[in-house]
């Protein structure tokens, strides 16, 4: 095919896919563990939007988190990352015919470092007006922000939360 057109994910890839759950999309990122016709294996993490949802359900949503839930991206993904979310291993096969995006082992790893070390729930928890937990949220996002030893990550940390005005 003289190298035109999408380019297929190949054993090794780090990868962003979404899995269609109707009105939402469950987020998979990961490693490639094996590639055929007809079905990718992957390692890694799935994530799933619940404080989304939940406001969702309410009506309590923008049309930009709407889009973002139908549509995640690894671009738009911090919407989801700012709310509760649930996550859990992921070590099963998707459909290569699917939304699949490779990414880089640094945004994997961030985006699993992000989600495993519970940043999704204090950023809900600080951003709740009526939540009593807000102060308690606010000290440990502290210690976790002041023991976080890469620098990039403790950038995009640092910069999500002066946007949100958590710092």
């Known amino acids: 095919m003289l190298g035109f057109g999408k380019k297929q994910v190949r054993e090794g890839d780090y990868i962003f ?3 269609d759950e109707g009105g939402y999309s469950k987020i998979v990122v990961g490693y490639v563990n094996f590639t055929a ?3 990718i294996k992957v390692t890694g993490i799935y994530i799933k939007p619940i404080g989304l949802l939940d406001r969702a359900r309410g009506g ?3 049309p930009r988190q709407q889009e973002v839930l139908r549509s995640p991206t690894p ?20 459909n ?3 939304n699949i995006l490779r990414i880089s082992a640094k945004r994997y790893s961030e985006i699993e470092t992000w989600v495993r070390d519970g940043y999704p729930e ?16 606010k000290q440990i996002f502290m210690e976790k922000y002041n023991s976080i ?19």
């Open 17 to 19: 896919a979404t899995i």
């Open 37 to 39: 016709m007809d079905r």
């Open 60 to 62: 309590r949503i923008t």
């Open 75 to 94: 671009d738009n993904m911090i919407h989801i990352l700012i709310d509760r979310v649930e996550y859990g291993i992921f070590d099963d096969y998707i």
């Open 96 to 98: 290569p015919h699917g």
């Open 122 to 137: 204090l950023f809900s928890i600080l951003l709740s007006p009526m939540d009593p937990r807000r102060e308690e949220a």
């Open 149 to 167: 030893y890469d620098s990039e990550f403790k950038q995009t940390i640092s910069a999500v939360a002066r946007q949100l005005r958590i710092l």
